[in-house]
């Protein structure tokens, strides 16, 4: 069985510790590594590998200490080249060509962001658990199969978009920038729509907007929609 925990989800960083009880691994490392080091009381030998989905320090801040902690790090060669990583911890994955870390099967797929080659990840293991990954991107044109644990950002939704624009507490050019990098309220719901969701246990909703989201409405909506646990991620 997955456990998640949320070491932090929003634009100040974000981590996830995932563990099917072998193999423990961290998802993303968008904070410092100290930060990192505390919220996992300092177990950090126990993480056997690091996925980040690309360059933005949100989401990949620590990833030369984590190297140097001893833990592999796993990303895209454009992240790596963005981030100057290098060395032998340095694990470059390309989309569609699985890799194993301990008892996780991992695909790597593209996403789009503002970055370059962005990642979501596919993991399952050896117990018959299949979780999706999905944060900082506008669109998905990947279906997924006998899901058990869904991950997916809803970062805003565009009636808030829209209202704030029009009080004028966000600017037109950063709504055009959101709505061409992360995935909204809407996206998300078309995309549970899109997948095979009969198996899926719990769903996490990732990286909420401080200001263009609603948590209490954004989880009501999506149980209404699935059915579904659904968590919202701490920021």
């Not at 930060?35 to 993480?47: K, P, V, Y």
Request: aromatic share 8%; proline share 2%.
């Amino acid at each position: 069985m997955i456990d998640i925990k949320c070491l932090g989800s929003s634009s100040a960083g974000n981590a996830y510790h995932i563990t099917d009880g072998h193999t423990a691994l961290l998802l993303e490392a968008g904070f410092p590594y100290k930060a990192l080091q505390r919220a996992l009381n300092f177990r950090m030998s126990e993480i056997s590998g690091c996925l980040i989905t690309h360059e933005h320090l949100d989401h990949s801040k620590a990833a030369k200490d984590v190297m140097k902690a001893g833990i592999n790090v796993y990303t895209s060669q454009g992240t790596a080249d963005a981030r100057g990583l290098s060395g032998h911890r340095l694990k470059i994955i390309r989309a569609m060509e699985q890799f194993q870390i301990g008892t996780w099967s991992i695909l790597p797929f593209d996403i789009q962001h503002d970055v370059e080659e962005p990642l979501g990840f596919l993991l399952a293991n050896t117990a018959g658990d299949k979780l999706v990954f999905l944060t900082d991107t506008y669109y998905c044109r990947h279906r997924f199969r006998d899901l058990t644990h869904i991950m997916v950002e809803c970062n805003y939704s565009m009636d808030i978009v829209r209202e704030r624009v029009a009080s004028g507490h966000l600017h037109p050019g950063q709504m055009k920038r959101l709505l061409k990098s992360h995935f909204g309220l809407e996206h998300v719901k078309d995309f549970l729509k899109a997948n095979d969701t009969r198996k899926v246990k719990e769903i996490w909703l990732l990286h909420l907007s401080d200001g263009n989201s609603d948590e209490k409405r954004f989880k009501r909506e999506i149980q209404e929609v699935t059915g579904k646990l659904v968590r919202v991620a701490g920021r």
